[in-house]
């Protein structure tokens, strides 16, 4: 580190420690113990004790205050890390305003902490009681579907994934055998009934007033049960915890690793929702509208394969994905594809990766054909919500273009150019007074390049280009499919600066008509 | 205010004993185990027990002598004290051999060259609720026993900075050894470590003061010595282990004088620095009262914000919050 950057991180650390102390903090030069005025509810003031102390992150992230007297009865529930320390921002809190570096709000900070642990945090819907409990330290991760497990109470059988430490909670339930009663029971004096091995113990713990701290916490909501599944965890047969809680009108699960003790041993697990609805949350706010939409896309190569994929993770399930040429090992460097498909037709190699992600509903067809007529052209356009031409094939975009101009059907042409220096977009048909941007004129000399053998000549585009292309095609196809309509025929981007103008520098060029475009650097 | 509280613990890390801590443990432990390994001392009921600077956390670096206070506990009032010696003298040189074992008026110093340090194994026999330790022989060449409490002292300390606290913390122990590692750095001999202690005793003892920082209570300690120190030059520093006894000291009235003088300067500096508003004029305020230890390193360390002659470095502007990040907030990845 720098002298001057370590002189301004002292200068801080010093700048807060000085303040706090001119507002009655005692310093010990590692803590700084103060009083902090605070209103209980019932009305009277009190005045709690803080202990403060700079840590390193400082002042990137806030101090550490942790609790030495509260003043008065106070029971200490949500907001809390398991060492005691206060959360007094979260860590998504904006870091250049750094409220912490003002010792007034820092010391307000606490005080509206005191204030709502002392009404019990109204509204908060915080669902994060894993870090209540000590984190269990294992490798991976408990994956459960939600909508499958919701539904099921009690013991439930677990698989153990091929990923080191990943665990899967089945939709599969086990039932303890009824032990025998009265007589019987007494003159055959059975064993207590043991369980298999890995099952997890799923129930449902209503709204939660404070934290899963320990097993008397979940002895408490159990019941009557709780003896049982304490006495299989201690056989080594329940290993896992899956608890549903609520909190305000959020809902939530908190997976807990359980070992033998007593009582039992509680550590958190970060768990996952592996079900449709988690999986597809993060798709784009468009999902729903495009999962409706009939999308054929021409070529299947570099550009097309990932508009393939990311229209297919955008929400569009109806994909009709048609290509020649059957995937190289040297395609894969820039093909979505990974090489053990290398072989097979292009567009079933797509189909096949789209199809790994298992997100349903699916209507993907491949097809290993090409675009060489008129007829087929008009066919596809017609059968479609929108074509996506990213053929590279000049004949074949040119028949897909005059098509979209002849009946009016959307289609969106996407390509690289220049060796990736320009990636280039252009919907059909033209509306009302648009244009499209004039064609780029091509690189006076381009050395070819060839595989060994004979084949077409391989462009020398690397795979960023290509993505960048890919993603000018979605963002007009997105447009188109979901009727926004904002924005203009040709979306064109320049990734390298190029000798002539106006590809001359990194920018943005969007047709406003077909003589005039908009530059944005 | 500058209290620079960082920058003391940093100081008082540069007064701690170090390694001489575990060599000290180690050589007590072996002179103790000496003792109670001679029979004619078992007999005596030997417990040696670990006193001085070092038994109350309050030495400084380096330490260069360890105390062993060797209690006999069955001893009677017929043991003379140059009986007793002659004990600890048979059983040091039978444990440690006659290079490592030297006979003082009223101790045995066992030397611990590898640690370059010694041990004072001084006899002690019952006397009430206190003991009794040889005392220098007088004009006719004739031992005798002078009562003492060394124990009593380290309970005192330990009461003291139990209940004088800094951020939860005993704050006492850490201002005796600025105390002292000021003593160091401004008077040249006498009076020495244990008499400043003492001093810093009856400032908590009788100034009761409450402050929130080390700079704060090393102030008022200093304010009370500059204050009482001719006093007791003229009258003697009271014993707070023996009611009526007072301190000896081998200072002379003109090391008195001359510690007078410089704890004055002392003390007016102390409040000249914590009285700074600006942190790097402080600090260098108090660099110059805490001098340098006894590795000739300057105890108190510049903060990394501010030049070595007190003025504030330009390049160390204050990072307020963080630098905004260029796309601003809202971002992912």
């Known amino acids: 580190m720098s002298g001057a950057a370590r002189a301004a991180l002292a200068a801080a650390r010093a700048a807060l420690r000085r303040d706090l102390a001119a507002r009655g903090f005692a310093d010990d030069g590692e803590v700084l113990r103060g009083p902090v005025k605070w209103r209980t509810p019932e009305g009277p003031d009190a005045t709690a004790v803080v202990d403060i102390t700079v840590p390193d992150r400082y002042p990137f992230g806030p101090p550490v205050v942790r609790l030495t007297d509260t003043g008065v009865l106070l029971d200490v529930t949500f907001h809390r890390e398991l060492d005691g320390a206060l959360c007094l921002w979260d860590t998504d809190e904006p870091v250049p305003d750094g409220p912490w570096t003002d010792p007034d709000l820092l010391l307000r900070r606490i005080v509206g902490w005191l204030e709502n642990t002392a009404v019990g945090w109204p509204g908060d819907e915080d669902c994060d009681l894993e870090r209540y409990l000590p984190a269990s330290g294992q490798p991976g991760i408990v994956l459960y579907d939600h909508d499958a497990i919701r539904p099921l109470q009690g013991y439930l059988r677990t698989q153990a994934m091929q990923n080191p430490g990943v665990v899967t909670v089945l939709a599969s339930t086990w039932s303890p055998p009824t032990r025998p009663t009265g007589n019987r029971a007494a003159k055959g004096r059975k064993p207590a009934p043991s369980a298999p091995r890995h099952l997890a113990y799923a129930v449902d713990l209503g709204p939660r007033q404070f934290p899963v701290r320990d097993w008397d916490d979940i002895a408490a909501a159990l019941g009557d049960h709780a003896t049982e599944l304490r006495r299989f965890i201690n056989q080594g047969s329940v290993e896992l915890l899956l608890l549903w809680y609520r909190r305000g009108q959020r809902k939530a699960v908190l997976a807990v690793a359980v070992q033998p003790g007593h009582p039992p041993v509680l550590k958190a697990r970060e768990a996952a929702d592996t079900s449709l609805a988690a999986r597809t949350l993060r798709a784009g706010t468009s999902a729903t509208d495009l999962a409706r939409q009939q999308v054929a896309i021409i070529g299947c190569g570099a550009v097309g394969s990932y508009v393939a994929d990311l229209l297919y993770r955008e929400g569009v399930r109806h994909l009709n994905l048609i290509d020649g040429q059957l995937l190289r090992p040297g395609n894969v460097i820039r093909h979505l594809a990974p090489p053990r498909l290398a072989g097979l037709p292009k567009a079933d190699a797509v189909k096949q990766v789209l199809l790994s992600y298992e997100l349903g509903g699916d209507h993907i067809q491949a097809k290993q054909s090409k675009i060489e007529t008129p007829g087929q052209a008009l066919e596809i356009l017609d059968s479609s919500d929108l074509v996506i031409d990213a053929t590279a094939d000049q004949r074949a975009t040119a028949m897909l273009c005059w098509a979209a101009t002849t009946t009016g059907r959307p289609m969106v042409t996407a390509c690289v150019q220049r060796e990736g220096g320009i990636a280039r977009a252009d919907r059909f048909p033209l509306r009302c007074e648009e244009g499209h941007l004039p064609p780029v004129p091509e690189a006076p000399y381009l050395a070819l390049v060839r595989e060994r053998g004979c084949g077409d000549a391989v462009s020398l585009t690397p795979p960023s280009a290509v993505m960048a292309a890919a993603e000018l095609a979605v963002e007009l196809a997105r447009d188109e499919l979901t009727l926004s309509r904002s924005l203009p025929a040709t979306v064109l981007r320049v990734l390298c600066p190029q000798p002539d103008a106006p590809y001359d520098k990194l920018c943005m060029l969007a047709a406003r008509t077909s003589t005039e475009f908009e530059t944005t650097s | ?333």
Request: with cysteine; glycine share 6%.
């Open chain 2, 1 to 333: 205010m500058a209290t620079l509280p960082s920058y003391f613990t940093q100081a008082l890390s540069r007064i701690e004993p170090g390694p001489d801590a575990d060599n000290a443990k180690k050589s007590h432990a072996e002179v103790s185990a000496a003792l109670k390994a001679a029979a004619p001392l078992a007999r005596l009921g030997v417990k040696p027990v670990l006193i001085g600077s070092y038994a109350r956390e309050v030495s400084t670096r380096r330490v260069k002598d360890v105390d062993v206070f060797g209690r006999l506990q069955d001893a009677d009032q017929d043991l003379r004290p140059g009986r007793a010696i002659d004990l600890f003298e048979d059983a040091l040189t039978g444990s440690f051999g006659h290079q490592r074992v030297e006979r003082q008026a009223r101790s045995i110093k066992v030397s611990f060259n590898e640690y370059d340090l010694s041990v004072d194994a001084v006899p002690a026999r019952p006397k009430g609720n206190h003991w009794e330790i040889p005392k220098k022989t007088d004009q006719d060449n004739r031992a005798s026993w002078i009562e003492t409490n060394p124990t009593r002292l380290t309970e005192l300390s330990t009461e003291t900075n139990k209940k004088y606290t800094l951020s939860g913390k005993g704050i006492y122990v850490p201002v005796v050894k600025l105390v002292r590692q000021v003593r160091r750095a401004w008077i040249s001999d006498q009076p020495g470590g244990l008499f400043f202690e003492i001093l810093t005793y009856w400032a908590f003892n009788d100034g009761k003061p409450r402050e929130i920082s080390h700079a704060g209570y090393l102030v008022a300690v200093l304010d009370y010595i500059e204050k009482e120190l001719p006093v007791v030059a003229e009258d003697g520093l009271r014993d707070p282990t023996l009611a009526g006894k007072v301190i000896e000291t081998r200072a002379t009235e003109r090391d008195f004088s001359d510690a007078i003088r410089e704890m004055t300067k002392a003390a007016r500096l102390a409040r000249t620095a914590l009285a700074e508003d600006d942190d790097c004029r402080a600090a260098l305020a108090w660099q110059r009262l805490l001098g340098k230890n006894t590795e000739g390193e300057t105890v108190f360390p510049i903060p990394e914000y501010c030049n070595p002659d007190g003025t504030r470095n330009s390049n160390s502007a204050t990072i307020k919050g963080a630098v905004t990040a260029p796309a601003g907030s809202g971002r992912y990845a």
